[in-house]
C-alpha cells in the first residue's frame, strides 16, 4: 500500500500510549490482544519503537508506540535513518491497527476499558528565517492563558529548544522531566544535522505537490530533504497524562464530561476517516487559546492615514521613544489608547509568519 505525503503542515503523532486495567475475568482476553499487537507492531516498528506489557502482578496492559516510526516494511529500515519526519496516511494506520486487532469484536469488552493516557501530537513548518530568531521571539513572550508556566530555553543537539509548560523550570538548565503538558518549539533541520549528521533527509513518503510548493528551490528531489537549505520549525504538543488527555476527548466529541481519552474516540474516528483532521484542529485551536491568542488583523481600512502609516512603519518604531515624546507632549493617555487599538494590526513580522503558518494554514 502506498504512502501519501505527511510530513510539511501535516498532523502528526510521534507518542502514543494506551493504558488498561486487568483483571482475573479479562486477563485472558488481554494475553491473546497483546500477542497480536506484539505480531502486528514487528512487521513495522523497530523493537525500540513500540512496547505492549501485560502485569498480572500490577494488573495492568501497557500499550506505546510511534507512529511516525513506522515502516510499510521493517526490513526497509536496514536502508534508511529513522528521522521521525514523516507519517502513514489514514488508510495504512487504520491497517496497522487492523492487524494489531483493536477491531477485533471478540475483544470489544476490554477495548472499551482502554484509554490513552499519552499523546503528542506535532507538525513541521517551513520558515522563512532561520528558526532560532521565532524562538527568541516566543521566549520573550507572554502567555496570559499560562500564568504559572515557565520557559526552559537550552540547548539542545545544537540547537535552541523552547518548552512551555505547566511546571516551574530553571531557565539555566534543560530538565528532562516531563511535565502533564508541554509545547515545545525546536530546530528540526539543526536536530537532524547534528544529532544524525545528516545533510539529506530520506524520507519514507513522497511530498505531496502542495508539500512541495512550500518548500524553497533545490530543497527536495524524492526521497532526499536537503536540510541545509530549509528552515524547519518542529511544534510539539505533549500529553502526558489522563487528567490532560481528557482535554482532546472533550474536543472531539464537543463535550466537557469526559475523564479520558477513551481509546474507542480515537479508533471510531480513524475508521470514519476523520481522525487526522479531528486532531488537527484540536492541535490549532489550543495553540491558539494558549500561545497565538492575538489574532492577526491585516486589513487596515478602518484606521484613519495617520494610523495607516504608523502600522506601515511598526517594525522600524521605537515604541519607548513613541511613549516618551507623547508624554512630552502631555498625551501619554492618547499614546495608550492608539497602542491599543493599533496592537492587533502592529504585531512582530514573527509573530505573524507564524500565526499565518501554524494557525491558518
Known sequence: ??????????????KFKIIGKVNSNNKELFQSLQKEIKAGMEKHFAPNSYCCTFSKSQCSFRVEFTPTRYFEDIELRKESIDINLDMPNEETLLSLFEECGFYNSSYAEILKTLSINTMHLTKNFVMNNPIEGYIKYLDRKTYKYLLNSSLKYSTQIGGKTLVISNKTQDKTKFQTNATDREFMFYDKSKQLLNKANLKKAMLKTRLSEQEMALL??????????????????????????????????????????????????????????????????????????????????????????????????????????????????????????????????????????????????
Open 1 to 14: 500500500m502506498r504512502l501519501a505525503g505527511n510530513m510539511l503542515g501535516n498532523i502528526l503523532i510521534d
Open 216 to 361: 524553497p528551490d533545490k530543497a527536495y528531489r524524492h526521497p532526499a530533504l536537503i536540510l541545509e537549505r530549509i528552515n524547519l520549525l518542529r511544534v510539539e504538543l505533549k500529553y502526558n497524562s489522563g487528567v490532560k488527555t481528557k482535554a482532546i476527548e472533550n474536543y472531539l466529541l464537543n463535550t466537557k464530561d469526559s475523564k479520558t481519552l477513551k481509546l474507542t474516540t480515537f479508533l471510531d474516528l480513524l475508521k470514519a476517516q476523520r481522525l487526522y483532521s479531528s486532531l488537527d484542529e484540536f492541535y490549532r485551536a489550543e495553540l491558539k487559546k494558549y500561545v497565538f491568542f492575538d489574532e492577526v488583523i491585516n486589513d487596515t481600512s478602518k484606521l484613519n492615514c495617520k494610523e495607516q502609516i504608523l502600522t506601515q512603519f511598526n517594525n522600524d518604531l521605537n515604541i519607548d521613544l513613541m511613549c516618551s515624546i507623547y508624554q512630552e507632549c502631555g498625551l501619554k493617555r492618547n499614546f495608550k489608547v492608539l497602542q491599543k487599538k493599533l496592537g492587533k494590526y502592529c504585531l512582530p513580522k514573527e509573530y505573524k509568519e507564524l500565526y499565518e503558518k501554524i494557525i491558518l494554514q
